[in-house]
């Protein structure tokens, strides 16, 4: 029981406690917090209604109250804006109103209801949109049948309504003969069924009045895996950083008592680029193939995670350079930070404040939305100026502390003892 007793009370039991507890509630809290805006706040998202029709508007006008609840929904009659906007997540469902929908609707045909949404988009925010693009074509199409369900059974009606008292007229004078009589309700009957008829030939098709037509826009191949693959990757790359910039640490500290720390910085970010290149590489070559992208986009796949690689392996290193080892433990928070900040799950524009506000700050973010383009979309290198220049701001910042830090503390964990 000495043993235990002292093993107990050592260094090591009570960070390891320490690290239980804190862990235990921060990482669940980043996760509740972060996750908390799917799926109510997926309605949140811009939503972009296009009609180049005068005679729509009444349509045009149902389908703005079908999206109420939405904060965001725009109108425009220029369909190739809204899907550049589509491209760049402006907006996330573009709904095209064709210029002949009411004349077709009029004429009794099926109209097409076009709903446009970007595929290479997290996959929760995808299905999410695809469930609401269905259930507005639904409500619109009970909307018009209701509507001409009303007109077909006023006209109707009234057509018989004015033969029956054509009938009734003609036959007011006889009504007294039993032979008359019977001839009248024979009469009766038979308009019944004719206008059974009428009304049969009438409502043809009207159930089916408005058909919804889903137009995937960078087209995902089916399956979570393929969804999901920017976010995976991406995650891979920054633990692989992660571990790789401690270990490159401890060959920092050994240099830098042997050669200086300014040589030996510099030659461990020397080091740092040259492994992100030949990471980028391999991520590459694994990525590209799996998600059956095209490897034309070889080249800007590889930079984009090249740039993300070189800047995970700067960010953990400033808390590494700062504590030393003991730096791991936050950089491993600053992980679980990034799973959700990166946008693998959740857009930025739903995101909760805090989220959204270090968003930017995430090696993980741009090479999530480079994968979304590269691999599935519209080939945009937009994102690499800010990766360039968070990999620059992160370098600046160790230098900072190399400068100001003369010795690098290595931990002796036999003290925890």
């Known amino acids: 029981m000495g043993i235990l007793s002292r093993f107990l009370k050592s260094k090591g039991v009570i960070l390891a406690s320490m690290v239980m507890i804190v862990y235990g509630v921060l990482v669940f809290f980043i996760y509740f917090s972060g996750y908390k805006p799917l799926p109510t706040h997926i309605k949140d998202l811009p939503i972009t209604i296009v009609s180049t029709d005068r005679e729509n508007q009444p349509l045009k006008k149902q389908i703005k109250t ?10 425009t009659n220029n369909i190739n804006a809204a ?5 760049d997540r402006q907006t ?3 709904v095209e109103i064709p210029h002949n929908f009411t004349k077709k609707v009029t ?6 209801l076009s709903f446009y949404i970007n595929d290479a988009n997290q996959s929760l925010v995808v299905s999410g949109l695809k469930n609401i693009a269905n259930n507005i074509g ?3 199409n009970n909307g018009i049948t209701l509507q001409k369900s009303k007109a077909i059974m006023t006209r109707a009606i009234t057509e018989q309504l004015s033969q029956n008292n054509q009938a009734e007229l003609a036959q007011a004078q006889i009504t007294s003969l039993p032979a008359a009589q019977q001839k009248l309700a024979t009469q009766q009957l038979e308009q019944q069924v004719v206008v059974g008829d009428k009304v049969n030939a009438a409502f043809s098709g009207v159930d089916n009045s408005v058909k919804t037509n889903i137009k995937e826009v960078n ?6 895996n393929n969804s999901m ?19 490159l640490y401890g060959t920092y500290a050994k240099f830098s008592a042997l050669y200086g ?10 080091v740092m680029l040259l492994l992100s290149i030949l990471g980028g590489v391999v991520v590459t070559l694994t990525v590209i193939p799996l998600t059956n992208a095209n490897w034309g986009n070889f080249i800007p796949v590889w930079i984009a995670h090249s740039l993300e690689i070189w800047g995970a392996y700067n960010l953990n290193a400033i808390f590494i350079l700062l504590l030393g080892q003991m730096g791991a433990s936050i950089n491993i928070l600053f992980t679980m930070l990034q799973v959700v900040a990166g946008a693998g799950m959740v857009p930025v524009q739903i995101m909760t404040p805090f989220f959204k506000g270090i968003h930017s700050l995430s090696p993980m973010y741009y090479s999530i939305m480079s994968d979304y383009d590269l691999l599935y979309g519209s080939n945009s290198y937009s994102l690499w100026l800010g990766a360039l220049s968070l990999v620059i701001g992160y370098l600046v910042i160790n230098t900072v502390i190399v400068y100001f830090k003369k010795k690098q503390p290595m931990l002796d964990f036999r003290k925890l003892a």
């Open 66 to 75: 079908s999206l109420k609840s939405f904060k965001h929904v725009n109108e």
């Open 83 to 87: 899907k550049k906007d589509l491209q």
């Open 92 to 94: 996330f469902m573009v």
């Open 107 to 112: 004429e009794n045909k099926q109209a097409n």
């Open 138 to 140: 639904s409500a619109v």
């Open 219 to 224: 087209k995902v191949t089916t399956g979570i």
């Open 229 to 247: 693959a920017p976010f995976f990757i991406s995650l891979s790359s920054y633990l692989a950083a992660l571990i790789g910039a401690l270990l």
């Open 261 to 270: 720390r300014f040589k030996s910085f510099a030659t461990m970010q020397t």
